[in-house]
């Protein structure tokens, strides 16, 4: 009779109201994190034969939509190359400008910069710019794979799923 | 015909609206000079000089020449030279040295006559400054001209600020009493003050309302997540961390130093133990508090945004004020860690790295060992100096604060300086970190 008394008791029916009323509140806002549509372009994406990108060019079409460079060089350990590098600054997460002339991505909020290889050289990048993934598909054709990311520092580089070889 | 012309109808008469109001500020200053019956000469001098600017004005105004052929304009082989100079050691080292001299010379700098010189000279530079193409885009900005203001603002209260305390540390010296104390009448809250604040709200109100309607706000294409302006500038409050970043890694310059910026201030009045001061203007007595507050304040905040806003251009690369802001503009920063200096320019050997197939544990000591040298300073520069300091130049205030007070302030002028201290080494020995180890995030 007393539990029952004490339990009714306003001041237990409050507190009890306000913490009900704090947790659905609070998994209402959870809820936010997963949003019931997400636009946002594909992870995984053709980007045409791998004769499209010359050697020694940086493409800068995909950008806008993708976020990814697509890199054609050997430069990299003398290695005949294509891979896609995350248009994203190391430093604070800018979007990077490529500078033909210069042959250089230039980050213009602090100052960063990376060669063609990706790897920074000047300004406060801590570490090279970050390569996604790419392959060649069954049909001929180039494949980004955002999904995965491949970071030079950790010696992930060397991961044949981050670069496609141009052989001939 | 030129695109960017140094000259046009329009600059040429605003710069004479800005000559015609130079000398109406100068004409109230002879009147002031005659009021105070100072000798005729210095008064003929104010004259001529209020004439001089008046009849500029006036050719600004009413002249109808060609553009190219005015000849009121900055030199070119000045703009040259000061671009030349242009470099952020210059600034970075002009500034120390212009915040040495204002110190050094305050007793003099507070005189009224030395003081409006000086912002006639700074008036003066500005108009023919605003000759020039390249400025005029750079100062003109709507983003920047709020920053202009806050030049002469920031000068103005420093000024008065030393104006008052020269006064009352020249007082203290004589026996006098201080100027509070002199002029202490007491005014009323009702009418006096409330009046007051009013006339400064409205004032207030009409300054917006004015800038709101005169100078459009700066808005920019639509964001877009993977098109960032070159230059891409914080705003001009946040331009002193931005420039942070430029030395430091994110977490470092963008949450640990704003942090302690934050925490230290706060912590200020506990770690102060000097009670004079208080309630009156000073500088002799507060030597120390007010130098370190002066430093960190006026070279490490208000210049850096003045840097950001004026001088960092596209790529942030550095520009003269007169420059052409070039987006090809070449400028060579290469930089490297201390343990590439260590392990391949000194030691003439490879970085150590933990070979294939290593356990977790060797990689850990691998990095270790590769960022040594770096961890050794960071450490001595943190653990070593503190106690280092309360032997010797902090030793007074060692032992009028306690361990605990000279610690948390110990820290406090350690962290403050490491800013400058990793600028310098940016430029004098091209250093990116001291301690580099990009696979944990950890970048000093």
Redesign the interface.
């Known amino acids: 009779m007393v539990l029952v008394a004490l339990l009714l008791s306003p001041f237990v029916l409050a507190w009890t109201l306000l913490a009900g009323t704090s947790v659905i509140a609070l998994l209402a806002t959870a809820r936010f994190m997963m949003p019931n549509v997400l636009i946002e372009p594909p992870r995984k994406f053709k980007i045409g034969p791998a004769s499209d990108y010359d050697l020694g060019t940086v493409a800068t079409k995909l950008v806008a939509q993708f976020g990814v460079w697509i890199v054609h060089t050997d430069q990299y350990r003398g290695k005949n190359l294509i891979y896609a590098l995350a248009s994203v600054c190391t430093h604070l997460g800018c979007t990077p400008s490529w500078l033909a002339g210069e042959q250089k991505f230039k980050c213009p909020c602090h100052g960063s910069g990376f060669y063609i290889t990706g790897i920074n050289f000047e300004g406060p990048a801590p570490r090279p710019l970050e390569r996604v993934g790419i392959r060649l598909s069954e049909d001929g054709m180039l494949e980004v794979d955002k999904s995965i990311k491949f970071q030079e520092e950790m010696g992930q580089w060397i991961d044949p799923a981050s670069y496609y070889e141009v052989v001939g | 015909m030129d695109p960017h012309p140094d000259l046009t109808p329009e600059v040429i008469r605003g710069l004479g609206w800005l000559y015609l109001l130079l000398a109406a500020m100068n004409a109230l200053w002879t009147w002031r000079e005659v009021k105070r019956h100072v000798s005729a000469g210095s008064i003929a001098g104010w004259a001529v000089f209020t004439t001089l600017l008046f009849l500029v004005g006036v050719a600004h105004v009413t002249g109808g020449a060609e553009p190219e052929q005015f000849l009121i304009r900055m030199p070119e082989w000045f703009k040259s030279r000061v671009d030349q100079l242009a470099k952020p050691t210059t600034y970075f080292t002009g500034s120390l040295l212009l915040f040495v001299a204002v110190i050094w010379l305050r007793e003099w700098l507070v005189k009224p006559t030395v003081a409006w010189v000086l912002l006639n000279l700074a008036v003066l530079f500005m108009c023919l400054s605003l000759t020039d193409y390249d400025f005029r885009q750079i100062v003109g900005k709507p983003d920047n001209v709020p920053i202009v203001s806050m030049l002469f603002i920031v000068g103005f209260f420093t000024w008065l600020y030393f104006r008052r305390a020269v006064d009352n540390d020249q007082r203290i010296a004589a026996g006098r009493p201080l100027f509070e104390q002199e002029d202490n009448d007491k005014i009323l809250v009702w009418p006096d003050l409330v009046y007051t604040e009013m006339i400064c709200m409205i004032a207030l109100t009409a300054i917006l309302v004015v800038w709101g309607v005169v100078l459009q706000a700066p808005l920019e294409d639509p964001a877009?997540?993977?098109?960032?302006?070159?230059?891409?500038k914080a705003p001009w409050y946040f331009l002193g961390l931005?420039e942070m970043?430029?030395?430091?890694?994110?977490w470092m310059a963008?949450v640990v130093l704003p942090s302690i910026i934050l925490v230290g201030l706060m912590a200020l009045p506990y770690i102060d133990f000097n009670k004079k001061g208080n309630g009156y203007y000073t500088f002799n007595e507060r030597k120390f508090s007010i130098i370190t507050f002066l430093f960190g304040f006026i070279p490490l905040w208000i210049g850096l945004i003045i840097l950001g806003t004026f001088l960092r251009g596209?790529?942030?690369?550095f520009f003269g004020i007169y420059e052409f802001w070039d987006?090809?503009k070449?400028e060579n920063?290469?930089?490297v860690n201390l343990s590439e200096l260590v392990w391949v320019d000194t030691l003439k050997q490879p970085l150590p790295v933990a070979s294939a197939g290593a356990s977790e544990w060797q990689k850990i000591l691998a990095i270790l060992l590769r960022e040594s040298v770096g961890l050794v300073l960071v450490a001595v520069y943190l653990f070593v100096l503190p106690p280092l300091m309360a032997m010797t130049i902090f030793r007074r205030f060692f032992v009028r604060m306690g361990f605990l007070r000279y610690m948390v302030f110990a820290n406090l002028v350690l962290f403050m300086a490491c800013l400058p201290i990793k600028m310098v080494l940016r430029w004098a020995f091209r250093l990116?970190?001291i301690v580099?180890i990009?696979?944990w995030?950890f970048?000093i």
């Open positions: 877009s997540a993977v098109r960032t302006p070159n230059p891409s931005q970043l430029v030395y430091y890694d994110p963008g596209p790529n942030w690369n987006v090809h070449l920063l290469n930089n990116k970190y580099a990009p696979e995030f970048n």
